[in-house]
């Protein structure tokens, strides 16, 4: 019964027109934050965003989840696939380790945004691009790519040909963060345990090595795939 009124609540609140919370937003980014408010439908933005000049964009997360990544310091010749990127604390983190980096999201207002949260780091390379994974394909080989918190926003179909395309683009680590039942507004009311996750990677990909790292962020759980 909870969980259905957190539901209708929340669709509620994401359908309602909201004007733009700009209280302590500095003039200089007014207009980027309020597009970001405009795309950012849960917590006004998604990321939490921590500008070199010292603004700090509070999302609903935060940079703890890279504790659980593990990445490497130095990431310089390596390449990065973030898929969903928002407005990409993930790519812009990578970038900054050395890694060449595409970013994809099928927001075209969010992929707008990131590149200027990125040119706002003085970072001008990242690639971002508008895709959508329930009408185009992934394309390229990378070796981390980054599968965060995306697998709740599509349907089943595109979920199976998400999943394989992942395993063909991936070759070295995929990162695939799950939902918990407070993201699943983009879908479904029900929440898989983590070896249902698993399951499907185990299922829909040819990773020899799948294990459960540990829970992000409001206990998500963070699966590593890799060869
Ligand atoms: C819950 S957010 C996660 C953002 C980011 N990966 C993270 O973990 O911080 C889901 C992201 O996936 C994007 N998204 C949802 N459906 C998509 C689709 N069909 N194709 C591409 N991106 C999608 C959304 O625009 C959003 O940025």
Known sequence: MVAV?????????????RRADLAGVPARYHDLVRRIQKNSPIWGAHQTIEFPDGFVLKG????????V????ANMAG???LDIGCNLGAIS???RQRGARVRGLDYNAELVQC?????AAFGIKDIDYRVLDLRADRLGGRYD???????FHHLDEHTRLQVLRDLDRVTTGTLYFEAPVKDDLVAREAVQFPVEDYVGYLTGFTNFPKIEVLASTDF???LIRCSR
């Open 114 to 118: 990131a590149s200027e949260v990125a």
């Open 92 to 94: 812009l983190e990578c």
């Open 78 to 80: 390596q390449s990065v």
């Open 219 to 221: 206990g998500r759980p």
């Open 5 to 17: 009124r957190t539901l209708v609540r929340r669709t509620i609140g994401a359908l309602r027109p």
């Open 60 to 67: 609903g997360r935060d940079r703890s989840r890279f504790d």
């Open 69 to 72: 990544f593990d990445l490497p």
């Open 144 to 150: 981390h790519v980054f599968f965060l918190n995306v």
